[in-house]
């Protein structure tokens, strides 16, 4: 067991770190018991006060016990338990709060529109924190129970673009590709006219949906009355815009987005068109300079005003692919409205990317495109050939729409257990390898036998235990329940080791093929490797026969091809600058060039296909 404590690292703008920010964030959350509070009259559900958060700042301990080879013996298994232990006055613990807030990740439940952290203040996650705190859950194997309904009750973001920072400053590492990409998914992939939607005030789900879909947009008037006012179309609120940037991607404050916004006016993608305010009003300008392709220099500035509106310039309309939106929506929606979609001029071009600057982009297919099944041009036609079926697969298991429909299909065609069988023991994989804890620590009280983080392990090996063989006897055991159609001498050699485990220990061996809780209670971490290992091969044979057997049909059907779009509306890959890996951005070279990347909340995406499944079915009713 190792312990490990430094101080929180603050950046020139007097915030912690951004992974600090958010590792404290999820910790607390975890932590504490939210409840329903009551302030003047109002019920506030999954909320905490600043005495409940203070509480556990003051001295909260985050436990994370990881298992892997010993490195004397790489037949045996280890687990290393590192504990974290977080510290701070109550000044300090509500000046973290304010950070918190800044970087949108809690809210005033009373006041929306606040942004400062006050004494007796009521407060809740916003939808930009339970992605975070879903990520962290998952990444850290937390068990977080207590956290179901809030997931479940509350609007979570989808889709959350992270931009990567330096290491030394935690300051975001700019470049064209990046602010190209930070611009596309705030433009959205059509003019988000969000007040045409007549969605109901009170439906807080349906407006956060819609506005996630881009900076909502509207006509501007400026000018005098009548044939001397000059409209504007595609303009917004500068307010609105920071406010966009804090909620929908990983800056943590409005001087950053103030910041970022600044370089969308370097770059030509957004203009000034009004700011009425009187010339004594107080203004904060954030003004930018960088190196423009030619080798000159240029400025943005930016208006952080109430009266300031910008507008998205026809160089910004050409970055955020307004117009191939709009062709592609007409073709896969003949009925959709057009109203706000620009034309396409034949003079307009995409700028030109020289060798260098696309060696440094790396760029993926959508999803949506690659899934295809009717190819319409020869190019297309080739590239689907060598699209292999395991790509495919892999595409449909990793996006949770994909996937829920693919299980419908397996069920209605009796196959319905290897899709169930690849997924537990996936999970199964996950949580063997890492589990973690967060709570406050018990000061003034007597040291336990085992910490906190041991006791976490002991309880979780015991529930890998149960996990591991519920899969057995389900889905391997002879005349299981769900008993899958594989290879005679892999089920032959996983029975054969169960014996012999059983029998070295003195036991009898399996009954009629299954095994009994009890037999497996006494399974040590190394032969429970063994026998994932054992679960991996099998996993690997149920993958091949879903490739090859099931998903040629699948994406065949038709609702298959009616979902289509709307899965391309999700697309992780949307984003040009991504590198090869989401989870991890690559490193800086010599020069810094930026990576950006997109990660997708699974309990929100869910929650989107039930609710179009509902919708679907409310259609159907009233037909």
């Given at each position: 067991?190792?312990?490990?404590?430094?101080?929180m690292?603050?950046?020139?703008?007097?915030r912690?770190?951004?992974?600090?920010?958010?590792?404290l964030?999820?910790t607390?959350?975890?932590s504490?018991?939210?409840q329903?509070t009551?302030?003047?009259?109002?019920?506030?559900?999954?909320?905490?006060?600043?005495?409940?958060?203070?509480?556990?700042?003051?001295?909260?301990k985050f436990?994370?016990?990881?298992?892997?080879?010993?490195p004397?013996?790489?037949?045996?298994?280890?687990?290393?338990?590192?504990?974290?232990t977080?510290?701070m006055?109550r000044?300090?613990?509500?000046?973290?709060?304010?950070?918190?807030?800044?970087?949108?990740?809690i809210?005033?439940?009373?006041?929306?529109?606040?942004?400062?952290?006050?004494?007796?203040?009521?407060?809740?996650?916003?939808?930009?924190?339970?992605h975070?705190?879903?990520?962290?859950?998952?990444?850290?194997?937390?068990?977080?129970?207590h956290l179901?309904?809030?997931?479940?009750?509350?609007?979570?973001?989808?889709?959350?673009?992270?931009?990567?920072?330096r290491s030394?400053?935690?300051?975001?590492?700019?470049?064209?590709?990046?602010?190209?990409?930070l611009?596309?998914?705030?433009?959205?992939?059509?003019p988000?006219?969000?007040?045409?939607?007549?969605i109901?005030?009170?439906?807080?789900n349906?407006?956060?949906?819609?506005?996630?879909?881009?900076?909502?947009?509207?006509?501007f008037?400026?000018?005098?009355?009548?044939?001397s006012s000059?409209?504007?179309?595609?303009?917004f609120?500068?307010?609105s815009?920071?406010?966009w940037?804090c909620d929908?991607?990983?800056?943590?404050g409005?001087?950053?987005?103030?910041?970022?916004?600044?370089?969308?006016?370097?770059?030509?993608f957004?203009?000034?068109?009004?700011?009425?305010?009187?010339?004594?009003?107080?203004?904060?300008?954030?003004?930018?300079?960088?190196?423009?392709?030619?080798?000159?220099?240029?400025?943005?500035?930016?208006?952080?005003?109430?009266?300031a509106?910008?507008?998205?310039?026809?160089?910004?309309?050409?970055?955020?692919?307004?117009?191939?939106?709009?062709?592609?929506?007409?073709?896969d929606?003949?009925?959709?409205?057009?109203?706000?979609?620009?034309?396409?001029?034949?003079?307009?071009?995409?700028?030109?990317?020289?060798?260098?600057?696309?060696?440094?982009?790396?760029r993926r297919?959508?999803?949506?495109?690659?899934?295809?099944?009717?190819?319409?041009?020869a190019?297309?036609?080739?590239?689907?050939?060598?699209?292999?079926?395991?790509?495919?697969?892999?595409?449909?298991?990793d996006?949770?729409?994909?996937?829920?429909?693919?299980?419908?299909?397996?069920?209605?065609?009796?196959?319905?257990?290897?899709?169930?069988?690849?997924?537990?023991?996936?999970?199964?994989?996950?949580?063997?390898?890492i589990?973690?804890?967060?709570?406050?620590?018990?000061?003034?009280?007597?040291?336990?036998?085992?910490?906190?983080?041991?006791?976490?392990m002991?309880k979780?090996h015991?529930?890998?235990?149960?996990?591991?063989?519920?899969?057995?006897?389900?889905y391997?055991?002879?005349?299981?329940?769900?008993?899958?159609?594989?290879?005679?001498?892999?089920?032959?050699?996983?029975?054969?080791?169960?014996?012999?485990?059983?029998?070295?220990?003195?036991?009898?061996?399996?009954?009629?093929?299954?095994?009994?809780l009890?037999?497996?209670?006494?399974?040590?971490?190394t032969q429970?490797?063994?026998m994932?290992?054992?679960?991996?091969r099998?996993?690997?044979?149920?993958?091949?026969?879903?490739?090859?057997?099931?998903?040629?049909?699948?994406?065949?059907?038709?609702?298959?091809?009616?979902l289509?779009?709307?899965?391309?509306?999700?697309?992780?890959?949307?984003?040009?600058?991504?590198?090869?890996?989401?989870?991890?951005p690559p490193?800086?070279?010599?020069e810094?060039?930026?990576?950006?990347?997109i990660?997708?909340?699974?309990?929100?995406?869910?929650?989107?296909?039930?609710?179009?499944?509902?919708?679907?079915?409310?259609?159907?009713?009233?037909?």
């Amino acid at each position: 067991m190792s312990g490990s404590s430094h101080m929180m690292k603050v950046t020139k703008r007097g915030r912690p770190f951004l992974k600090d920010t958010l590792d404290l964030f999820a910790t607390l959350i975890v932590s504490l018991k939210l409840q329903t509070t009551k302030q003047f009259f109002r019920s506030f559900t999954h909320s905490f006060q600043l005495d409940h958060a203070a509480a556990n700042l003051g001295s909260l301990k985050f436990s994370q016990s990881s298992r892997g080879p010993d490195p004397r013996d790489p037949t045996r298994i280890i687990t290393t338990t590192t504990t974290t232990t977080f510290t701070m006055t109550r000044d300090m613990a509500k000046a973290m709060c304010q950070h918190f807030m800044d970087a949108r990740l809690i809210q005033n439940a009373a006041d929306l529109q606040s942004n400062l952290f006050k004494e007796r203040g009521v407060y809740t996650l916003t939808p930009k924190g339970l992605h975070v705190l879903e990520r962290f859950i998952t990444k850290n194997g937390i068990n977080a129970d207590h956290l179901v309904e809030v997931f479940a009750s509350e609007p979570i973001c989808m889709k959350l673009l992270h931009l990567e920072r330096r290491s030394a400053d935690d300051e975001i590492i700019v470049s064209q590709q990046v602010i190209s990409a930070l611009f596309r998914r705030f433009a959205g992939r059509t003019p988000n006219y969000m007040h045409e939607a007549n969605i109901p005030q009170n439906d807080v789900n349906a407006q956060y949906h819609e506005r996630s879909k881009g900076i909502p947009l509207a006509d501007f008037e400026d000018g005098g009355r009548g044939s001397s006012s000059t409209k504007h179309k595609y303009t917004f609120q500068a307010v609105s815009a920071l406010e966009w940037l804090c909620d929908f991607t990983s800056i943590v404050g409005r001087d950053e987005a103030a910041e970022m916004a600044a370089h969308f006016v370097r770059f030509g993608f957004i203009q000034l068109v009004s700011d009425k305010r009187k010339t004594t009003d107080a203004a904060v300008i954030f003004t930018v300079r960088g190196n423009a392709p030619n080798g000159t220099q240029n400025t943005g500035e930016f208006r952080c005003t109430g009266k300031a509106v910008y507008q998205i310039t026809d160089s910004g309309r050409r970055i955020a692919r307004w117009a191939e939106n709009a062709q592609r929506i007409n073709r896969d929606s003949p009925n959709a409205s057009s109203t706000h979609l620009p034309e396409r001029n034949s003079s307009e071009h995409t700028p030109s990317v020289t060798s260098e600057e696309a060696a440094k982009v790396h760029r993926r297919a959508s999803i949506a495109h690659r899934l295809r099944t009717e190819p319409a041009t020869a190019e297309q036609k080739e590239a689907a050939l060598k699209e292999s079926n395991t790509d495919r697969l892999n595409y449909i298991l990793d996006e949770p729409a994909l996937r829920s429909l693919f299980r419908e299909f397996l069920r209605g065609n009796f196959s319905e257990e290897n899709l169930s069988f690849w997924l537990e023991v996936s999970d199964l994989k996950r949580k063997f390898q890492i589990t973690s804890s967060a709570a406050p620590s018990t000061r003034g009280q007597p040291a336990a036998k085992s910490s906190a983080g041991q006791q976490a392990m002991e309880k979780h090996h015991e529930a890998l235990i149960q996990m591991a063989f519920v899969i057995y006897n389900t889905y391997l055991a002879p005349h299981s329940q769900c008993e899958l159609n594989i290879d005679h001498s892999l089920r032959s050699e996983l029975i054969n080791y169960l014996n012999e485990v059983m029998q070295d220990r003195g036991g009898k061996g399996l009954y009629q093929g299954r095994m009994e809780l009890e037999q497996a209670s006494s399974f040590t971490a190394t032969q429970l490797q063994t026998m994932i290992r054992l679960y991996e091969r099998i996993q690997s044979h149920v993958f091949r026969l879903m490739a090859t057997d099931s998903v040629p049909k699948f994406i065949k059907t038709a609702r298959f091809i009616a979902l289509r779009t709307w899965v391309e509306e999700y697309d992780t890959t949307e984003d040009p600058t991504a590198g090869p890996s989401n989870n991890h951005p690559p490193g800086l070279g010599d020069e810094e060039v930026g990576r950006t990347y997109i990660t997708i909340s699974q309990a929100a995406n869910e929650k989107a296909m039930q609710n179009r499944a509902n919708s679907k079915g409310e259609l159907a009713v009233d037909a």
